[in-house]
């Protein structure tokens, strides 16, 4: 194999491949200079295109039909019509994740990025359903108000991608790192959650067999990548996600009913609950609930980044970003929700080292056949939400440590930097151990505040403009702004 294939799989830095100062103005995102080599745009064999594929897909699953579910409970939807919201969430994470590896024009980040529902939006659209019931008095309208206004939130962010993207130079690795860490830590209460049993009404939640099911499963994955060489180390998820699902059948945690009442296949009916309405309230609520999850992506952006070793720059920034707005405002079309990224996909790039964007559109194409067939998806189902959450805390957990190794490159000794990232994850932290902190607020402030990813976030930008940027603070330190404000690590 050529040597680029093998640095490949420690993650390390490769200078031949790391994009010119200069290679961010005049080229397609995901396709700097010289780098037609970089293990980003690797092909992998079929067999192991599939199956790492598959592994991203199990990862990501829950995430996926979990809005459907609670919103469609929301608005009161019947088993059939519930059941049908799910395949489309699914058909359209396929697009979106496509859209988002693959790219067309500028858009697209072409980075193994997936795409999925966006969890932000399940609130306010529980609420929006709840405002068109009480105003129509029966729930015909409430997902066609949804519809339109998600609709207009896509088409936003689109037009917002070039402009909101040039916010990258308020994104040194100080904050990256803070930002990235906050990503890890504020997944692994679900992984957690997971591991309990998923919901508080699920059988057996809370019980030694649940919480012994998820450590099974963990104690799998770490074996799997304490003994096994090459692929089969980089499928250690996936054999850790099976394995605990076997031992799950015996311990009466694994529920057959999913894949007996689903149906084999199913194509998507464009608009089948009904044209989209345009309801002013809704698209102010959405659209706050898009600036939000454009803020997720790009710090997501910016740390897939650091660990594929290809620097998330402002072009491709605007183009992930348009991959979101496109895929956000296209999917009413086939009755799916807003398209954001997730970040749990980014902990399994970093462990398994796979950083090949096409494993990510393989897996793209897997969500797509899930959604055509239903009993595809019923199957990948069966894994119990305690195996999940044994494998999440692996997954969440390497989030958390590349943020950290990140930070420790970012100029810590700095007292400003200190300051930075202590009350940048402290207010992160806040909705992930206290969620009802917010509930006083406004909603925007909730909207936003809620979520400890787009808190912290905030708070790491302004107070990197506070201690960097503005006045006295950023002439004071005239003489280091290279390194203090952006410290870099060029290889030599």
């Given at each position: ?7 490949s799989s420690d ?11 200069d ?5 397609l ?5 010289g780098?037609?080599n970089h ?6 064999p079929p ?6 594929g ?12 979990a809005?459907?579910?609670?919103v469609?409970?929301?608005?009161g939807l ?23 590896t693959?790219?067309?024009?500028k ?15 399940v609130?306010?659209?529980?609420a ?11 729930p ?10 998600v609709i207009?939130a896509?088409?936003?962010?689109f ?23 906050l ?15 998923g ?15 998820a450590?099974i ?16 180390q ?7 996600l099976a394995?605990?699902t076997?031992?799950a ?26 044209a989209p ?25 910016l740390?897939l980044?650091k ?7 402002e072009?491709?920034?605007a ?12 999917s009413?079309?086939?009755n799916?929700?807003?398209a ?11 462990l398994?080292?796979?950083?090949s964007?096409?494993?990510v559109?393989a897996?793209?194409?897997?969500l797509i056949l899930?959604?055509?067939?239903p009993?595809l998806g019923s ?16 997954l ?8 950290i190794?990140?930070l420790?490159e970012a100029g810590?000794e700095?007292n400003?930097?200190?300051i930075?990232v202590?009350?940048s994850l402290?207010?992160?932290?806040v909705?992930i ?5 917010y509930?006083?607020?406004p ?21 990197n ?16 702004t290279?390194?203090t ?8």
């Amino acid at each position: 194999m050529a040597p680029s294939n093998t640095s490949s799989s420690d993650g390390g830095s490769t200078p031949a491949r790391t994009p010119g100062p200069d290679g961010t103005s005049h080229r397609l995102p995901g396709k700097p200079s010289g780098s037609a080599n970089h293990p980003v745009d690797e092909v992998l064999p079929p067999v192991k295109l599939f199956s790492t594929g598959l592994q991203h897909v199990a990862a990501m699953y829950a995430g996926v039909v979990a809005p459907p579910l609670i919103v469609g409970a929301g608005v009161g939807l019947s088993a059939a019509d519930l059941a049908l919201l799910i395949s489309a969430s699914l058909f359209t994470a396929g697009l979106a994740t496509l859209l988002q590896t693959l790219g067309v024009w500028k858009i697209g980040a072409r980075l193994p990025f997936v795409n999925g529902v966006s969890f932000a939006g399940v609130a306010p659209m529980i609420a929006i359903a709840k405002g068109s019931i009480e105003r129509t008095g029966g729930p015909k309208d409430a997902l066609p108000v949804i519809f339109g206004a998600v609709i207009v939130a896509g088409a936003l962010c689109f037009l917002a991608a070039p402009y909101f993207c040039k916010l990258i130079r308020f994104f040194p690795p100080v904050v990256q790192g803070t930002v990235i860490t906050l990503i890890g830590v504020s997944l692994l209460p679900v992984a957690v959650n997971w591991a309990r049993g998923g919901s508080p009404s699920a059988p057996g939640y809370g019980s030694m067999r649940a919480v012994g099911l998820a450590a099974i499963t963990l104690a799998a994955v770490v074996l799997c990548n304490r003994l096994l060489r090459g692929f089969w180390q980089q499928l250690s998820l996936l054999i850790g996600l099976a394995f605990g699902t076997l031992i799950a059948f015996p311990l009466g945690l694994a529920d057959f009913s999913a894949v007996q009442d689903a149906k084999v296949f199913a194509l998507p009916s464009p608009f089948h609950f009904g044209a989209p309405m345009f309801d002013g309230s809704a698209i102010v609520s959405l659209c706050i609930v898009m600036v939000v999850s454009m803020t997720e992506s790009t710090a997501d952006m910016l740390a897939l980044g650091k660990i594929v070793d290809r620097k998330a720059d402002e072009a491709t920034l605007a183009a992930g970003l348009r991959a979101d707005g496109l895929a956000t405002a296209l999917s009413p079309v086939f009755n799916g929700f807003a398209a954001s990224a997730f970040a749990q996909n980014i902990g399994l790039v970093a462990l398994t080292k796979i950083r090949s964007r096409f494993v990510v559109a393989a897996g793209g194409g897997i969500l797509i056949l899930l959604g055509l067939f239903p009993v595809l998806g019923s199957v990948v189902s069966l894994v119990p939400q305690p195996v999940l959450g044994g494998a999440g805390i692996v997954l969440f957990g390497t989030v958390a440590a590349s943020g950290i190794r990140t930070l420790a490159e970012a100029g810590m000794e700095s007292n400003s930097n200190t300051i930075l990232v202590s009350v940048s994850l402290g207010v992160g932290i806040v909705p992930i151990a206290v969620p009802a902190f917010y509930d006083s607020f406004p909603e925007a402030v909730r909207t936003l505040m809620h979520s400890g990813i787009s808190a912290g976030c905030v708070m790491a930008v302004l107070l990197n403009l506070l201690f960097h940027h503005v006045g006295a603070a950023r002439r004071t330190r005239s003489g280091q702004t290279s390194g203090t404000t952006v410290p870099t690590a060029t290889p030599s």
